[in-house]
């Protein structure tokens, strides 16, 4: 197996259908985990769950609305039944709302707040109960975003809610270690995935310039990233923000002549 | 197939001798790198790649000191001769002077800024240069430190000198993008290298327990390294990883109960 071996670690995908955590899913799968993927549409859930079988390892497909506390419990105790326990649970799902901050009403706000960041409390504490509980160890990762950490210009309350789980990882991190949880995040700036290109040919959200060519990662930079996180290799990793985004937050601010 | 294979690549190990150089040239090693081992001890260095074959892997030595620029050229050449084309460089050389500021003398800052951040410019860009002349899209991996990033206290010329090999990274990675090079630093925290260890030892000054289960091994170091030399991390760039089990996103104030 190599030096990144998850064998017969049950996980967890929360957004596994499609994009980075369908690619999450498939890298954790070559790395021998078991991973069950969550996802709002069960039809995609099924799909990758089969690719997941195709690897030979175990899968199952589940489907709920994750800003539903009530039901993220309920599945979360459905994929421990799936596949004997879970080491791992990781979380990509979000997404922005397009929306100046002097217009942005507040439906569309709290919207993104719960599509962001709340559902991240419920699944972190749901998963982080049962292995508190069972004095199990696990790893949480969960996809954040260069809009919280830098302006979310037109998309604010996207950021402010990508903050706000950057400073949720730091703060579960700390409280969490001394019960063997590690809690990280991978921070992409844009991702090339089936849904982002949808978006940006419907208009719906703002395409990046063209400069950006080559720093735009796959979803399995990501998953990638995310699955080094959850693995033993990163055992004295925890409250940390990995960027994948080719270095482009990096650069010097200013044009130089 | 493994996830995380270095069996394509060769990887050199500058300062491989012991702790986290002999941890990480024993890991990707491991990983399926032809791995060359760099120390100016020659008993060192052998022994070191000797473990890499005795476990499988393929593994050459050079007997050289990296900080010695005159003779600089030659010990490329010479890794070169094991390695052509190399594919990863890895510096994890440095080493603290501990005196307070205003005790400490120009000779005790140039030699720690020659050290832990000239040398890494150096032996940097004598591989970059070969890897552009030959379009090879290679791997920067240094290690820094916490300390380039919080007060130095009693080792402020170490503490600059890594603060400033974090912008050297960052500066690195944006100008060599476009070659398809890619730098990151891996910052450690308290890491439990042989030298540490006799300290450890102490009866006098006992380690809070705590404080120990957040000491990394040399492994904990060289496993962040292997995952940034890897196709897992092909859009990580200019990036710093910081291992250090959470300490330094501590909440900063102790609380009453």
């Known amino acids: ?242 960027i994948v985004d080719g270095g482009w937050t990096t650069r010097f601010p200013y044009s130089l002549t | 197939m493994s996830l995380l294979d270095l069996s394509e690549r060769s990887a050199l190990v500058v300062g491989a001798g012991k702790g986290i150089g002999r941890a990480t040239a024993v890991r990707l090693g491991a990983a399926g790198a032809h791995t060359v081992v760099l120390d100016r001890h020659a008993d060192r260095a052998e022994s070191v790649a000797r473990e890499i074959r005795e476990a499988g892997g393929r593994a050459d030595f050079v007997v050289a000191d990296a900080t010695d620029v005159d003779s600089l050229e030659e010990t490329i050449d010479a890794v070169w001769a094991r390695a052509p084309g190399l594919d990863v460089l890895v510096n994890i050389t440095g080493s603290a002077t501990w005196v307070p500021l205003l005790e400490m003398e120009e000779a005790d800052w140039d030699r720690d800024f020659r050290v832990n951040l000239d040398q890494h410019l150096c032996v940097g860009r004598a591989v970059v240069k070969r890897w552009e002349a030959v379009e090879r899209a290679g791997v920067v991996c240094l290690v820094g430190s916490i300390s380039g990033r919080f007060a130095a206290s009693g080792h402020a010329a170490y503490g600059a000198a890594k603060a400033g090999l974090l912008s050297l990274v960052q500066t690195a990675a944006q100008e060599w993008w476009p070659l398809g090079v890619r730098v990151n630093a891996v910052l450690p925290g308290s890491v439990r290298t042989p030298r540490i260890e006799e300290t450890l030892m102490d009866p006098d000054r006992p380690i809070p327990e705590d404080l120990l289960a957040r000491m990394l091994m040399p492994e904990d170091v060289a496993a962040a390294i292997a995952f940034l030399a890897s196709d897992l991390a092909r859009r990580v760039t200019g990036q710093a990883l910081l291992l250090d089990s959470g300490v330094t996103t501590r909440f900063p104030y102790s609380l009453t109960e």
């Open chain 1, 1 to 242: 197996m190599g030096i990144l071996d998850l064998t017969d670690r049950g996980a967890l995908v929360v957004g596994g259908g499609q994009g980075m955590g369908r690619a999450t899913a498939l890298l954790l799968a070559q790395a021998g985990a078991n991973p069950v993927v969550l996802d709002a549409e069960i039809a995609r859930a099924e799909s990758v769950a089969s690719e997941v079988e195709g690897f030979g390892r175990k899968s199952a497909a589940l489907s709920a609305d994750v800003t539903d506390r009530t039901q993220v419990q309920s599945v979360i105790a459905e994929a421990e039944q799936a596949v004997g326990g879970l080491d791992i649970v990781v979380n990509i799902v979000g997404g922005a709302s397009w929306a100046p901050l002097i217009a942005v009403d507040e439906e569309t706000w709290e919207r993104d707040f719960a599509v962001n960041l709340k559902h991240h409390l419920y699944v972190s504490q749901s998963a982080a109960q049962n292995w508190v509980a069972h004095e199990r160890p696990g790893a949480l990762c969960v996809v954040a975003s260069v809009s919280g950490m830098f302006s979310a210009a037109r998309h604010g309350a996207y950021g402010a809610a990508k903050a706000g789980l950057l400073s949720f990882v730091k703060s579960a991190a700390e409280e969490w270690w001394p019960h063997g949880i590690r809690v990280n995040a991978v921070v992409p700036g844009t991702v090339r995935t089936p849904r982002m290109e949808a978006e940006w040919e419907a208009g719906t959200t703002p395409r990046p310039a063209a400069d950006l060519l080559g720093t735009i990662a796959e979803p399995e930079d990501i998953g990638g990233a995310i699955t080094f996180l959850v693995s033993d290799l990163a055992r004295k990793i925890t409250g940390q923000a990995i």
